[in-house]
């Protein structure tokens, strides 16, 4: 089972386009839109606090968090994920993404974070070792990230929250792309974990 999740995503201030679903604290912190640097075609989801949600950029001085998330149905017999996605971002250690699977029941709101007993792992820029278990990705260039888990069957969300503290940080916040969610009932190499140019901190 393959789930295309971010690809030509069409640009939209609503709160859904198609089964992507996003929710945040203002239409302008968080979107999926045209960015003139899309790994895949010309549409991707990215943060912005531009009201014309043209711009890819953040205040890094005002406390935000944005789901970005997903309907899935991980099927029986096969309990096996593999969540692969390209990713940019600088921010800071505490400006970042977090990657959750929670189940469908879940109540998602914009400004509110998620149980960190969900949570798969997080994204950064910094590899200062302030965040543990995290893939290190570039604010430049697109990089890989590839992440293998299991989980019980079930209709679950999968989240992907861009989380601000309100001190310090850089351009630019978190942009996503050729997001894919495969599950398989045979266990993956957990060698193939890592994607190119990713940093994983311990």
């Not at 968080?30 to 205040?59: F, Q």
């Not at 921010?91 to 149980?115: C, H, K, W």
């Not at 978190?174 to 890592?194: F, K, N």
């Amino acid at each position: 089972m393959l789930i295309q999740l971010v690809k030509e995503a069409l640009r939209s201030q609503a709160q859904q386009v198609g089964q992507l679903l996003i929710s945040r604290e203002a239409l302008t912190s968080g979107v999926l839109a045209v960015v003139v640097n899309a790994s895949h075609g010309s549409r991707c989801a990215y943060i912005t606090d531009n009201s014309s949600c043209t711009e890819h950029h953040y205040n890094p001085n005002t406390s935000t968090t944005v789901h970005l998330y997903y309907p899935i149905t991980i099927p029986l017999g096969q309990i096996y994920l593999t969540l692969s996605f390209k990713a940019k971002l600088k921010g800071e250690y505490a400006d970042l993404m977090e990657v959750f699977l929670v189940p469908r029941a879940t109540s998602i709101m914009g400004g509110q974070p998620l149980n960190s007993y969900a949570r798969l792992f997080k994204v950064l820029y910094d590899s200062d070792g302030y965040e543990p278990e995290a893939y290190v990705v570039s604010p430049t260039n697109w990089v890989v990230v590839t992440h293998h888990t299991c989980s019980e069957p079930g209709d679950y969300y999968l989240v992907f929250t861009w989380r601000n503290d309100n001190s310090l940080g850089l351009d630019p916040p978190i942009v996503l792309d050729e997001v894919s969610l495969t599950a398989s009932a045979v266990q993956p190499d957990p060698g193939a974990a890592l994607g190119s140019g990713v940093t994983v901190i311990k």
